[in-house]
C-alpha cells in the first residue's frame, strides 16, 4: 500500500526532528510535494530510506526526496553484476553461441541483454573469425556501464513518467553493433566476391570436374563444406 497524505506529513516531521534547523517555507506544499514524488512508495520504504539516509549521514543537512529514493534504491537489493562480472557472463555465452545463441542469451540477465542488443549478436561474435576480444570487452563494458547507470536513474522516476517517455528497449550500444554487423556483412561478401574471382580464374586455368568446383567454391565463400574430398 503506497504512502498516504497523513503518513507523508509523519515523515517531514521526523526530518524535522532529526535537523531542528529544516524548516519548509510552505508546510501544506512541502507535504503535498513530497507525497507526489514518493507516491509510488510504501510508508515502510521511504521510513527506511529516511532512517539509512540520518544514520549515514555526516552533512548535517536535512534529506531531499531524491536522495531519500537513492536510500530505497540502494537498499532494494536488486542483483547487480559488476562490469567484469557482466563480460564474464557474455565471454561465457559466446563460446556456445556458434548453434546456441537464443539459449544462451535468454540465459543472461536482463541487464546484460540489453547491453549485447539480440542474441544474433552472440552469434556474430562465436562465428567471426576476426573476433577480438580485447575490443568487443571494450565496448560492451562501454555499454553496460552507461545502460546501468540509465537503469539506475530511470527506476527513480515515476511509472507514469516512465510510460511518457516511452523507453525503448533498443539501446545505443545496440545500435552500435547493428551497424557493426551489417558493415561486417558488407566486409564478408566483398571477400566472398574476391574469393569467388579465384575459384573462377582457377578453372579458367587448371580445369577441373564441375563437382569440384562447386564444392571449392562452397568451401572458399564460407558454405557448409569445409572438407574437399580427394
Not at 507523508?8 to 513530497?34: E, F, H
Request: charged share 25%.
Amino acid at each position: 500500500m503506497m504512502m498516504t497524505r497523513e503518513e507523508t506529513q509523519g515523515i517531514l516531521m521526523s526530518i524535522q526532528a532529526a535537523y531542528p534547523n529544516y524548516r519548509a517555507p510552505d508546510k501544506t506544499i512541502a507535504v503535498n510535494t513530497w507525497y507526489k514524488m514518493l507516491s509510488e512508495y510504501t510508508y515502510n520504504q521511504v521510513s527506511a530510506g529516511l532512517k539509512a539516509y540520518i544514520l549515514s549521514d555526516t552533512s548535517g543537512f536535512a534529506p531531499s526526496i531524491g536522495q531519500i529514493i537513492d536510500k530505497i534504491h540502494s537498499m532494494s537489493g536488486q542483483e547487480e553484476f559488476s562490469e567484469m562480472e557482466a563480460w564474464a557472463l557474455v565471454s561465457k555465452a559466446i563460446r556456445n553461441s556458434g548453434y546456441n545463441s537464443q539459449e544462451e542469451f535468454e540465459k543472461l540477465p536482463p541487464l546484460v541483454q540489453k547491453a549485447v542488443g539480440y542474441p544474433s549478436q552472440l552469434r556474430t561474435w562465436a562465428l567471426d573469425e576476426d573476433y577480438n576480444e580485447g575490443v568487443v570487452s571494450s565496448n560492451f563494458i562501454k555499454c553496460y556501464r552507461t545502460i546501468a547507470q540509465r537503469e539506475k536513474e530511470m527506476q527513480k522516476i515515476p511509472e507514469e513518467i516512465r510510460k511518457a517517455i516511452g523507453m525503448s528497449n533498443r539501446n545505443p550500444y545496440s545500435v552500435q553493433i547493428e551497424g557493426k554487423r551489417v558493415e561486417s556483412i558488407g566486409d564478408r561478401a566483398n571477400k566472398n566476391q574476391g574469393r569467388i574471382a579465384a575459384v573462377q580464374s582457377i578453372g579458367e586455368v587448371v580445369p577441373m570436374p564441375k563437382g569440384y568446383k562447386e564444392r571449392l567454391q562452397r568451401i572458399l565463400t564460407g558454405g557448409p563444406e569445409e572438407i574437399l574430398l580427394p
